[in-house]
């Protein structure tokens, strides 16, 4: 009759029907959930294990990122999220504690120094150039906050291994964000001949990062003493407040990693009066952390395995001796027993989420170089992945800190 | 197992236990630190013993023998010192009070040794709800008779421990109305409650054969009496006492019930008798729910008066056998007590009221437990 050019049945979808990104989150999401339970329930295994499956299965269909770089929505999720757990992690991290036992601080120097030593020294061994060996050596320094915040949480671990895991993965993050930048700039100005950014980047990183951080604190704490914390509402209020101190973060081009984790230490620090929220701000919180699992088991190839596969392994190996070496000889001075020592050491093995950031950040800045270390690093965040939370899972059992069976 | 001969021991010598809560330090929840705790302190040379208790969450200190109030306060404040910088080494608390405010029972795990584990197996849940601390007072004794005399005495006085050392109005989370609301867990244990009037060591004796006969008890450990004979030390031990927010309180208290074993000892002001306990339990309930507030009946007139009164009369009537032991302080600290400062449960609400945060509440006990 008049010119509508639809036809009739324009109700009717377009066939065949395009699935939009909700659907791919939203299956995720549920496919994720049903195997993180199933492998819970069957195997007793912490859930994030099923998460990290399902990232690697869907990356061996070619489903996953192709160019092993973290798009821009999947960043996003992953900076939510870690956002969140190294918040988390930042509040339990008492600075008094390492005034009291000055032997863990101790431990956390040696253990990281050590392994950025060996992982150097192995991968110039089997062949690696000095420049790459050096970045690897700096990003292996970093430990897993997700893979330690959620398996001591799934299991309500509770114990001496439980609180220096935390606070040991708390200290290695902060090294590694600032060790992989100041590396990264040195060789950077080796190559280009540019010295000042190479001492200002990570000074500029540290002091912006640690201004942010106090505002975020300080506001967290102002919102704290009027309100309860436990309250639901209140919960998503601080997760309102740290997704805006990550934006603010973004935008001055301060480190993702750094920010909240300090904000966590200094409201933790700042105050005597505990902090209790619920844990991961609750359900919304808990979807990120699920994705990020995901996203991180799926950053992986078989072209970057066949690249890296060797020295990725070897680095884990490496990086898991110097840990142990560490923490079991310096278990009796700081107070724990030598089978502890061998838990704690085994406990800070995973590396993921982190290491995966300073990836991606690392492609922004420098992608030739980026490039280089793909195939080892990749290589040990996909094994790291699968085992890390099983290692993390053994070690509490072994010292009898896991409180759900 | 036959009784054991009572052993010897000066008269009126003091012992003092404590068990102590281990807590985290970022919820301040009940932490499984004992283990941890007990191979830090094994490292050091104490005056006394700290020994582990039946949760991994507790942890026994105990002095030696000790003469008078000067000697209990020094040597508790040694155990204490370094079992803080043993706790401060391992970022664990230590606190006093009789119950943990918030701690869910279940989460508890049972320290793994023999008798533990079978007194798990034997009560259940009872084991676990058992998480609860408590002062146990040791006053020597010249011989066994004596010793049972001096028992029933001081039953007269639970009342006056339990309202002086109340320190337990929260359990699970809730304010149970109660100043000890510990007690009512230890009244759930079937050999709970008062050791039989019996004013010679041969009737206890048979007494105890009865018992053992019956396969009900083996040994005088499975009693929970509120003071019971002790004849491995040759005393009796005081068991109705909250542990106290600090270690001022839990010597002032021990001083306290020696005064009254002197002057009971030397005076013999009351002749113990069976009907004593007519109003025994009376009083006790009101001791437990009400502190120093609660009625007090007196068993040999059935006056009626305050918990607080028959503490201040008692207190007058002890001032001599008070200077004879070097105890002025630690009455005077009783009298403080009963006068405007008031209890350690009342100490525990009126923070919880000002802070609406239970762990914010043992944290500050963890503070007051330290210095």
Known sequence: MTGDSRSELFFLPSWPPVPDAVLWVSLTIVVAGLIGEFVFRSFRLPRVVGYAVVGTVVSAFGLGPSDTILKPSFRLIVDLALALLLFELGSRISLRWLRTNPWLLATSLLESALTFVAVYFTLTFLGAEARVATAVAAIAVAASPAVAMRVASEFEASGQVTERMILLTGLNTFYAVLATRFVFGWLHAQHAGIWLGAIAHPLYLFAGSAVVAALLAYSVSLIARRLDLRNENSALLLLGMILLALSLTKMANLSTLLVPLLAGVLLRNSSERPWIWPRHFGTAGGALVLMLFVITGSVWSFDALMAGAGLGLAVIAVRLLAKMLVTVALARPSGISFRQGVALGVALSPISGVALVIMADLQGLYPEFAAELTGIVFSAIAVLELIGPIAVQAALRYVDEDNIR | ?371
């Open chain 2, 1 to 371: 197992m036959p009784l054991e001969p009572f052993a010897d021991s000066r008269a009126l010598t003091l012992g003092v236990e404590l068990e102590l809560q281990i807590v985290n330090t970022h919820d301040f929840d009940l932490a499984h630190g004992a283990p941890d705790l007990l191979r830090l302190v094994g490292r050091r040379k104490l005056p006394g013993e700290v020994k582990p208790e039946m949760t991994n969450s507790m942890i026994e200190l105990s002095t030696g023998v000790c003469t008078d109030y000067t000697g209990a306060l020094s040597q508790l404040s040694e155990i204490r010192d370094v079992l803080v910088e043993c706790a401060s080494k391992l970022n664990i608390g230590l606190s006093g009070g009789g119950t943990h405010p918030f701690q869910h029972w279940s989460d508890r795990r049972i320290f793994d040794t023999p008798r533990f584990n079978m007194l798990s197996e034997l009560y259940g849940y009872l084991s676990k709800q058992f998480t609860i601390f408590g002062q146990h007072v040791h006053v020597g004794c010249p011989g066994p008779d004596a010793a049972l005399v001096l028992l029933h005495g001081l039953s007269r006085f639970i009342p006056h421990f339990i309202a002086l050392s109340a320190s337990s109005p929260f359990v699970q989370g809730t304010d149970t109305g109660f100043h000890s609301a510990r007690l009512n867990s230890v009244f759930a244990f079937p050999l709970s409650g008062r050791a039989p009037f019996t004013l010679t060591w041969e009737e206890f004796g048979r007494f105890f054969d009865k018992m053992t006969r019956t396969g009900v008890v083996q040994s005088m450990k499975d009693f929970y009496w509120d003071i019971r004979p002790k004849p491995e030390f040759g005393t009796i031990e005081v068991r109705v006492l909250d542990t106290p927010l600090t270690i001022e309180k839990a010597a002032a208290l021990a001083a306290y019930i020696q005064c009254v074993a002197r002057w009971l000892t030397f005076e013999q002001p009351f002749r113990p008798a069976e009907d004593d306990y007519l109003v025994y339990t009376f009083n006790r309930f009101q001791a437990c729910r009400f502190g120093f507030d609660g009625t007090f009946v007196d068993p040999q007139t059935g006056e009626h008066r305050t918990i607080r009164e028959d503490i201040a009369a008692t207190l007058a009537e002890i001032e001599h056998h008070a200077i004879e032991l070097g105890a002025e302080d630690a009455c005077r600290r009783v009298r403080d007590d009963i006068g405007a400062l008031g209890n350690d449960a009342t100490w525990i609400r009126q923070t919880y009221e000002h802070e609406h945060l239970l762990a914010e509440v043992v944290r500050q006990q963890c503070l007051r437990w330290s210095r």
